[in-house]
């Protein structure tokens, strides 16, 4: 096998292998610490609206957005990979800002399997489970 091809499995195996790790240990993380009736809420409490330094805001929603389009593309490489593919691209997006993601979130959830695999993990972290999507 020429040399070149051999990184690139091992550099492609290795970002799988942590994309594997990120999502094991970061998924459940996220998903415990969002409220029960998160796809249910008429209004989103905006954070950037807090009145402390907006330069900080500012870096804050840049480091939120590149971690969420990591997620999303690790979700899309993970869906042909070992992984939790459909969690992470579901993580990644509601990490980002960007118009219409909250119909994009409330449908996402309302797929099949994808609101049992949420509250199967809040149950294991003995939390309530989500309310589903009121539409």
Known sequence: ?????????????GLSLAGLVATVVGVPWVVARLPHDYFNQAHRAVWRAWGGEPWFALVLGGIKNLVGALLVLLGVIM?????????????????????????????????????????????????????????
């Open 79 to 135: 869906l042909v990979t070992p992984g939790q593919g459909l969690l992470t691209l579901l993580v990644g997006l509601l990490l980002m800002n960007f118009p219409g993601k909250y119909q994009l979130e409330r449908w996402l959830v309302g797929r099949p399997g994808v609101l049992a695999a949420l509250n199967w993990l809040r149950r294991r972290g003995g939390h309530l489970p989500f309310d589903p999507p009121a539409y």
């Open 1 to 13: 096998m020429d040399a070149h091809l051999e990184v690139l499995l091992f550099w492609a195996s």
